[in-house]
């Protein structure tokens, strides 16, 4: 137990030092153009040092918080808004999905086209329709991945529950905080512990693992280059499934600032009591008659 709390303690403290030598020493991890570089920041993107680097970060804006009520409603309503412009950008991309689906159906059913080739500014990109049809499936990923954050602060999650609809209000955000700090918080965690690797076993070769030390990846550098994975599900087929991979680490790091948000705003909440329940939240409405339907039920 003592060694326990040497390391926790230890490492809460190395978390300060490596916060900064990183801000003060970002070609050793941002120059990818040098092998040592890049393998410095795929080990430290999903490593111990982050994670404690991470959680100081969170002690540090917790504790100005408890005693700056003010400063903790300011990151709460920062971080849903963040989720809220993700999301309500992201949301357009169904219209992008439609348009496409439309423009396949008239090419494959009425023009009977195969490819479909397309010049930007005389930049030539042909694919085949089966390719833009399979792209469909990115868009989907794109409105579920970074849409999921949005429609949590708006509310529009499905919640079913026996005890929560019954307990007194200050119950209720204990229970939030327990949930976002003891659920929500691990879940992100260990899938961007797997998705991490997942995504860069796909961009780099020789392949990199979880498991491999920093010496060991050290070494890999001198032969380590960029190999984009281009296999598609299908001939012909959507070809850039490493983007589903970026789509995975972006919806995890969406729900990593959500359940932080929803810590705060649940913390302040039943500080300040019932009357600051949903305050400075940011929900979208349909106007006045879905305030009137609402009144009506």
């Known amino acids: 137990m003592g060694d326990a709390l040497i390391w926790l303690v230890t490492n809460i403290g190395l978390g300060f030092y490596n916060f900064f030598y990183a801000l ?25 040092e982050l994670f404690f680097v991470a959680l100081d970060l969170f002690l540090v804006i917790t504790v100005i918080g408890l005693i700056r009520p003010g400063f903790m409603w300011g990151v709460t309503r920062g971080l849903e808004g963040f989720a809220n412009g993700v999301g309500r950008l992201a949301a357009w991309v169904g219209l992008l999905m439609v348009l496409q689906q439309v423009m396949i159906v008239f090419l494959q059913s009425i023009f009977r086209l195969g490819t479909l080739s397309i010049s930007p500014l005389g930049l030539g ?10 792209e469909l499936k990115l868009y989907n990923a794109m409105i579920v991945a970074l849409c999921v954050t949005y429609t949590f602060v708006q509310g529009g999650h499905v919640r079913v529950d026996l005890v929560y609809s019954v307990v007194k209000f200050r119950t209720k955000k204990v229970i939030d905080m327990f949930g976002s700090i003891f659920f929500m918080l691990p879940a992100a965690i260990l899938t961007w512990l797997y998705a991490w690797f997942f995504l860069w076993r796909s961009l780099v070769t020789p392949k990199v693992s979880a498991s ?33 991979k970026i789509l995975m680490l972006a919806f995890t790091a969406l729900v990593l600032l959500q359940a932080v948000a929803f810590f705060y705003r649940s913390l302040l909440e039943f500080r300040e009591g019932e009357e600051s329940e949903n305050k400075h939240i940011d929900r979208d409405t349909l106007g006045a008659g879905e305030e009137a339907y609402e009144g009506t039920h």
């Open 24 to 48: 003060s020493h970002p070609s050793l991890w941002l120059d990818w153009s040098n092998g040592e570089s890049l393998v410095r920041f795929i080990y430290y993107g999903a490593s111990v």
């Open 125 to 134: 990109f042909e694919q085949s329709v089966g390719w833009f049809s399979e």
């Open 212 to 244: 491999d030390k920093l010496d060991l990846l050290l070494r890999k550098s001198k032969i380590m280059k960029w190999s984009v994975e281009t296999i598609g599900f299908s001939p012909n087929g959507f070809n850039a499934y490493f983007l589903f």
